[in-house]
């Protein structure tokens, strides 16, 4: 370590998307290193419109390792954090920056704290997988600064003891998190099926039902999921699985959402079964599944698949642009916004669908004619207010360094937030 100076901050600032699981994971064989019971598969969501950014910082100043999470200091004492921690640093290799005179070796790093501040782009508490993005953005950090040499796959298994769904979140696109067979989870890992671009028609609007702090309840659901005499033992057959991982190669969309919104219906099926039950979605969760389906069987053949996790949301796959288009006409006519809320806040992220939609204003929304699958003597039903906010966004890329210094979260001087 370089003697001269103990001023000195080493930081490294990366980005990390988020994702949904279009395929659940269902429950865990161990609690601790976090293995699933069974494959899933998720859908990478562009970082442009949901992501983490998260500084890691180094300094022989520090004395002791500490995180801010979007602005406010966090106790870093629970056991995701200390697993991911003391399994990235078990890995460290020597570091050097040879301009600014400093030296790490490897075995400095067992002494060395470490600084982390960590940004999400979207509230913590929409229910939108932050801990997936959070957890990974950590990891993939902390491995470069410490110049660990592991690829994706590996970081994925450290990434997956801060949360599981986090190991997706090291590769864009289509990913699956292999529940492996080892007892310690080093075959528990997470693998790309297809890139970003393989499948870059689909459309994914999240419609963010509620933003009310929503009560911890997944790793509780997890262990009891099991009980469930519902639960399909079948699940993870290898022939499902094939004809799943066949019809993203393929881009084959009707199969793709008939697997995807049966495997969240079971998976909301099995967490009712379980006791007490659970009840993630909610009326206004089962309105826009309701809307969906009608639409995709006057079509005669899905555009939409839907899929909804720990949580009310519903996340809906168009399958082009197209339907797109117009499945946010029909959710804005069922679920126009608020009259004091600003159509910029209620349609966020990729806004072009909107404009391809027509809707420029409130009054757009107002005139929309009711969905043609509504029959004349049915009421088309309004339900004023019951989505906090619609996101347009797209499949994403996985994990970069921004190495810019306007990225960083940290002082480079003090190593505090900025
Ligand atoms: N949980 C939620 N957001 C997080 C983040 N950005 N980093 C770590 N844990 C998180």
């Excluded at 103990?6 to 269902?26: E, F, G, H, R, S």
């Excluded at 997956?160 to 769904?165: A, E, F, L, T």
């Excluded at 720990?310 to 029909?330: D, E, F, H, S």
């Amino acid at each position: 370590m370089a003697e001269e100076s103990q001023k000195w901050v080493l930081m490294v600032t990366a980005q990390t998307p988020t994702n949904i699981a279009v395929i659940k994971y269902w429950g865990k064989r161990d609690e601790n290193l976090i293995l699933a019971i069974n494959d899933s598969i998720s859908v990478t969501l562009d970082p442009a419109h949901l992501c983490t950014t998260t500084t890691v910082a180094v300094s022989p100043a520090f004395n002791q390792d500490r995180m801010w999470l979007n602005g406010k200091e966090i106790s870093l004492s629970g056991g995701r954090y200390q697993n991911c921690l003391r399994e990235i640093r078990a890995r460290a290799n020597d570091v050097e920056d040879e301009k600014r005179g400093i030296k790490i070796v490897k075995k400095d790093w067992e002494n060395l704290h470490v600084h982390i501040a960590s940004y999400n782009n979207f509230p913590t508490a929409a229910g939108l997988a932050s801990s997936a993005a959070g957890f990974a953005c950590l990891v993939y950090s902390l491995a470069k600064l410490m110049n660990v040499q592991e690829d994706n796959g590996k970081l994925s298994a450290i990434a997956r003891q801060g949360s599981g769904s986090a190991c997706r979140s090291l590769y864009g696109g289509f990913v699956k998190w292999v529940m492996g067979k080892e007892e310690n989870g080093s075959d528990s890992v997470a693998v790309q099926l297809v890139d970003e671009k393989h499948w870059d028609e689909l459309v994914i609007i999240i419609a963010v039902v509620s933003s009310r702090q929503m009560k911890q309840v997944a790793p509780q659901m997890l262990e009891t999921v099991e009980t469930s005499a519902l639960i399909d033992t079948g699940k993870g057959s290898s022939t499902k699985r094939i004809s799943y991982e066949e019809a993203i190669q393929n881009r084959d969309f009707p199969t793709f959402a008939q697997l995807t919104c049966a495997d969240s219906n079971q998976f909301h099926a099995v967490c009712m079964d379980t006791s007490p039950p659970i009840f993630y979605m909610n009326d206004t969760s089962h309105r826009v599944i309701g809307c969906v389906e009608k639409w995709n069987r006057s079509e005669g053949t899905p555009q939409v698949a839907y899929t909804s996790d720990a949580g009310p949301n519903a996340v809906l796959i168009a399958r082009n642009r197209k339907a797109a288009t117009l499945m946010l006409q029909r959710l804005l006519f069922h679920f126009p916004p608020n009259s004091d809320t600003d159509l910029n806040s209620y349609v966020i992220g990729d806004k072009s669908i909107l404009k391809d939609a027509g809707i420029q204003d409130i009054k757009d929304v107002e005139a929309l004619p009711p969905p043609p699958e509504i029959k004349d003597k049915v009421p088309a039903q309004k339900y004023k207010g019951e989505i906090s906010y619609f996101i347009c966004t797209r499949p994403g890329r996985g994990p970069v360094l921004l190495t810019d210094d306007s990225h960083a979260l940290l002082n480079p001087e003090t190593g505090l937030p900025k």
